[in-house]
Every structure is written in structure tokens, then in C-alpha cells.
């Protein structure tokens, strides 16, 4: 009989299958009739006489790939550009392919943010159409400093502190766009005379495209988050560089954000969690149920609740949930918000009695957690019995934050490598037993 961790695998592993972001993007275009159509809405190609995709983020090469596949042949002058994380991976023919650091941002990001910003300036034309495809990793991948003060060094300065404080993906990027020459619809402003349409894949809360990426093609909402707020909030006026702060003293001006701008998402986090949902009732004959007040909250909650929800399960039974833990670093060890989330899932779950078949994997579609080369972890009521057994102590692991060396010596890390997508993180619980009788 299958075991909860060997299933909660198979289940994360055919949700992977099911949104591979090129099949997505394929699925969600067509061209033909001198007509563009994306996810239902149809725009006239017959006005434009070039083509421009520029592609950023960690699913960038497949986003590329789909558009100059639908693409190809059937408009005048397609021509693109794609920013991401990899040099592996099959590239777009005729496209150039620039690679950019993450999740701290290198000089190859700032060549990229340079070169992006040229390309989209020079296709200011009103006869040119221009198809951003925009994905997470967007904000380091690829950036272009507002102030000519502000070096690279102080940017990553920037994004260390960011990434490492405890503030959610919102409150994050609030900060990042205001130090920026693309965020924040900057980069869509550069071109106001070309048409614009925007293609999505979210790795942020739905309905906040201002976030994916820091919004490089997005006017900030009135409900924009404070970044001055942020910065105070999380104790980090100090922490940051004087360049970066002085961003802040500059007006923002209403010539720096696009005025007009299609955007469509075509896959987020709610839809992922809605496919391994599907995956599990059909394919596995489990039944399943999504929480969807998961989204973003304390990693030490998080893992309370899904074992509460697995240790009260009365039948077979999976929990499917999405979003991002809110995990800051405390130590220097390697590990992410996936794999602290299963360690401290790992540590509840050896107190059940008689719940001896329970599994918890949270991991990130992207195959990347944190600053390890594993997506994530998958932890059951053996985790730390067998941990003891050969002298690890999961407390000493989290207070060091290396939760990756932790479920890498028991062979329970998620290996994927780079997915080439990126909608948030996915936990699956698996309770096969049931509660005890």
C-alpha cells in the first residue's frame, strides 16, 4: 500500500505536470484571422507592423517559448527578449536570453535591466504591439536603479534585509519599486505610444498584479502598500544604505506610470491549488479539500494547523493549501519557508498516537526553497524518530535555519530542480489511516 509521504509526492509531482507553464500559456492563446486572442479576449493584429515580447522571471523561457510558438508566422516583425534565472533550458529561436541573479539581484540583472529598458524604449511606436510576459523572480532578475548613486552593492544590501525580515511579498516589493527605473509600471511607461498587453503568472495574493514582480507594467494601486511604512515597521531604517533611503525623498511623478495596459493572469497560486485538488480526487481517489485561509501566516501556525486538520481526519483524506509562510532567517544554515514549514510539521506530528500514517509537504512550484537547491520537504510521524536515531536534534536545525541539511541527511527533501514556474508554494496533507479509534 502506498505510503502519505510516498502519495503527497505523487500528487505534487502531477500538479507540476498539469501547470507547466508553457502547456498554459499555449492553452491560453491563439492566433489567427489577423486576430490575437488570450484567454478569451481578442485583440487586432492588422495595425501592427512589429511584435516585441519581452519575457522576465523564473518562467520566462517557457512564457517565451509559447508566445513566439503562437506567434511565429503569423505577425510582421516578432522579435523579444527573455530575462531569467537559468542558462539551461530550450530558448526561444530568434530570441535573445539574459540571465539575471536570484533571489539578490548581480551585475547580470542589471545588463538585463539596462537592455530590457532600451528594447521597450526603442519600440515606442504606434505601430508596435509589445506582449510582456511577467512572472515571479521578475524584481531581482532583472532592475535598473532609479538614482545613479545607487550601486549594486547597496541593492543587494537592499535585498538581503528585505528577504530576510519576515515581511510578506507585498511589503517587499513596496520598497523595491521605489529604488527602481522599471518597477512599478515604469517599464511599461517607457514605451506610452506602443500597445501593451501584459501576460501573467502570479506568484503573489490573487488580483495583486502590482506585486508580481514589483509591477514592472503596473500602475500602483491607491491601496499601494507605504514603503516608508515597511521600512519602519520591520526596524530597517538602519540596515539600509544611504542611497536607498535618499530614493525616497525624490517625488513620484505621474509621468513615471503607464496610462494604458492589458493584463491577464493566466496562472496563480489559487488555480495550482485548484489542480492539485482535481489531481487528487480523479487520479488518486483521495478525498480532497483546499483551506484557503493559508495564504500568508506565521510558519509556526501554518504547521500547527495542517497537523490539527490531519490528526482530526476520520477517513483517507488530503488537505491541499497554498501561499507563502511568513518564515524570517534566523541562522546561517540553508533551508526556505517549505522545508521549516515540514521541520516544524515534523516535530507535532511524533506527538499523534496512533496517527502513524500522516504526511506534510509543502514545497515550491518554482524548485527552488530559499537558498537550497530543493523545492521543499515532505515530513511524516517518522521524521523525528528517525532524525534521533542517528543524533540530529530538529530544534538545533531551526534555530540555525538549515532545515535543507536537516531533511537532506534523511533523504525527504523535494528535489525538482528549476521548474521553469512560479505560483507560490504548495502543501499537501495526506492522512491515509484517519484518526485513531
Do not use: W
Not at 171 to 186: D, L, P, Q, T, Y
Not at 347 to 367: F, K, P, Q, W, Y
Not at 395 to 403: I, K
Amino acid at each position: 500500500m502506498t505510503s502519505a509521504a510516498a502519495l503527497a509526492r505523487e500528487v505534487f509531482a502531477a500538479t507540476l505536470a498539469e501547470i507547466e507553464v508553457e502547456r498554459v500559456v499555449r492553452r491560453s492563446l491563439a492566433c489567427g484571422g489577423g486576430h490575437l486572442t488570450v484567454a478569451g479576449t481578442s485583440y487586432d493584429l492588422s495595425p501592427f507592423q512589429r511584435v516585441l515580447v519581452v519575457a522576465i522571471g523564473k518562467a520566462a523561457l517557457p512564457m517565451a517559448r509559447a508566445l513566439r510558438a503562437v506567434l511565429d508566422g503569423r505577425v510582421a516583425g516578432l522579435d523579444g527578449v527573455a530575462v531569467t534565472n537559468e542558462r539551461s533550458g530550450a530558448r526561444p529561436a530568434g530570441f535573445d536570453v539574459l540571465v539575471g541573479g536570484h533571489p539578490i539581484p548581480d551585475e547580470g540583472s542589471l545588463v538585463a535591466g539596462r537592455e530590457v529598458l532600451r528594447r521597450v524604449r526603442d519600440a515606442d511606436a504606434a505601430d508596435t504591439l509589445i506582449v510582456f510576459a511577467i512572472s515571479g523572480g521578475t524584481s531581482a532578475l532583472c532592475e535598473c536603479p532609479a538614482h545613479l548613486d545607487l550601486t549594486l552593492s547597496d541593492l543587494r544590501q537592499m535585498h538581503r534585509e528585505l528577504v530576510s525580515c519576515g515581511a510578506v511579498i507585498a511589503e517587499v516589493n513596496a520598497v523595491r519599486s521605489r529604488v527602481s527605473a522599471i518597477k512599478a509600471g515604469r517599464l511599461a511607461a517607457a514605451a506610452p505610444r506602443a500597445t501593451q498587453i501584459t501576460l501573467f503568472a502570479s506568484d503573489v495574493n490573487p488580483g495583486d498584479l502590482f506585486s508580481i514582480g514589483s509591477g514592472p507594467t503596473v500602475r500602483p494601486p491607491s491601496t499601494a502598500i507605504d514603503a516608508e511604512g515597511v521600512i519602519s515597521r520591520f526596524g530597517l531604517r538602519g540596515r539600509l544604505p544611504a542611497s536607498v533611503q535618499h530614493c525616497f525623498e525624490a517625488p513620484v511623478s505621474e509621468a513615471d506610470f503607464p496610462t494604458d495596459a492589458h493584463h491577464e493572469v493566466l496562472i496563480d497560486n489559487a488555480i495550482a491549488v485548484g489542480v492539485a485538488e482535481a489531481v487528487t480526487s480523479a487520479r488518486f481517489g483521495i478525498d480532497a479539500e483546499v483551506e484557503k485561509s493559508l495564504v500568508e501566516v506565521p510558519v509556526e501556525d501554518l504547521a500547527s494547523h495542517l497537523v490539527t486538520r490531519a490528526a482530526a481526519a476520520s477517513r483517507p483524506f488530503c488537505l491541499i493549501s497554498g501561499g507563502e509562510a511568513i518564515c524570517p532567517v534566523r541562522g546561517a544554515g540553508r533551508g526556505g519557508r517549505n522545508q521549516e514549514t515540514a521541520l516544524r510539521a515534523a516535530r507535532l506530528l511524533v506527538e499523534l498516537d496512533g496517527h502513524d500514517d500522516i504526511a506534510i509537504l509543502s514545497a515550491g512550484t518554482d524548485g527552488i526553497d530559499g537558498n537550497s537547491p530543493s523545492a521543499g520537504a515532505v515530513a511524516d510521524c517518522t521524521t523525528i524518530t528517525r532524525a534521533g536515531a542517528i543524533g540530529m536534534d530538529a530544534e538545533d536545525y531551526l534555530e540555525r535555519s538549515d532545515s535543507y541539511a536537516f531533511f537532506s541527511t534523511l533523504g525527504d527533501t523535494l528535489m525538482t530542480g528549476p521548474t521553469g514556474n512560479n505560483v507560490r508554494d504548495l502543501r499537501i496533507v495526506v492522512a491515509l489511516r484517519g484518526a485513531a479509534d
